[in-house]
């Protein structure tokens, strides 16, 4: 990756694109044969210089699309957790704000609530013709802000702009990223280039409940496909506006274990030696925590274990307790029965069959260290599985991106698989080769204090108009 940077970041010096400049040296230094290829080179980088103008002018207009659509919240109906906020049909209202935007800039808009408001909206411009399509993808959705009293830099719902930064719920995941993609082909525009092949623009909803069937799959169904797609989620850490050809799995389970309710004086006849043990009681939450270092050590295991080329830190495939809960009654009692639920981040090459099967014998094999679990086993539950994707970092898609962000940040580009799970990879398996790449951190994302920053925003927003310009011709 690192080689290939170089040569395209000394071609935009000399003015031409990585793809031309890998040309030059196969057909060598004869001027007659190089003549209309630096002409071509020359008149490509000069529409990419006004294009990326174009974004700079378009800063104000992207700051506003950012903190207008931050303002309006659209948590995902359902998310687990106490209502802090009644947003429910917010989705919609995202959705009927960006109409007009995407209108006013010549897109054809179609706009439907597969689910009663919880409104997707796709925006496309018809291409010039002979030129490849894309679609650029991202969620109307947010999680919920969680306590109010946890922002302490900004309220969730204000769109505050401060420090370079633009504040709130959303900021980073991912109506920064929504904005970008809609300043990015408005560029284009502005700067007098009609793409040659179709650009998508698809806002869609539930995305962080995986309610695809309202979201992605419903936009999939009706048929919008393209040639590639850039999903614009926030793709760092570890690097910033990394591209992200690949995403882990994500499996969510819960543990039940069983216990044996009964006073809580009897504790001591239950962890003293010489005590009474399961005849009189047995605490559910002490088994529960045996299940617990079960997976904590095969975590560890998966730490040295397992690896991709695209996850190049140590660690990256992690099981993780999320919820764990206990005595349901009180603590007068022992407890009867303890849950925990995970959150198992796999790598891509693993099948969730033998993810199930890797933790399933490990949950075993601690269980029959322990006599009260060996007569009652855990109980496991698979609840959702959502699939990686593994798109090649030689693939088209992967090549036009690298080439647009070498132009525009007149730096290496820098590829690492996705931290966690996107769109892209419903988007993968209808078969649309789709990468993400996008604003912000995931270290913000969920968390009270969210933000994006307005440096990186209009970062993406010209990456985005370079890869039109790659992709799709002009
Ligand atoms: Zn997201």
Redesign the pocket.
Known sequence: MKDKGKISRRAFVKGATASLAVTTTAFGNSDKKNKPLKQISKKKNQIKKKVLTAVDNLRDDLIQLVCETVKIPSVTPGYPGPKYDSADGGETKVAKYLKPVLEEIGLKTDMWEQEKGRANIVGTLKGSGNGKSLIFNG?IDVVPSGSPEMWTAAKPWSGKIADGKIWGRGSC??KGGNAAAIIALKAVLNAGYRPQGDVILEYVVG??LMHTAAGIGAVIERGYRADAAIVA??SAPPYRLAIAPTSTGMLLMRVTVKGKAVHSSMRSELVRAGGAGAKVGVNSIDKVMIIYQALNQLEDQWGQAKSHPMYTRPGHFTIHPGVITGGPVGAFLISDESKIEYYISHAPQDTPEQVKEEVEAQIDMFAKTDPWLRENPPKVEWLVWWPPYDVSAEAPICKAVAAAYEAALEEDAKYYGFAAV?DAAFLNRAGIPAISIGPGSLAV?HAPNEYVEIAELVDAAKIYALSIIEWCGV
């Open positions: 969620h995941d991912m995305e962080e989620e926030p996107d994302a």
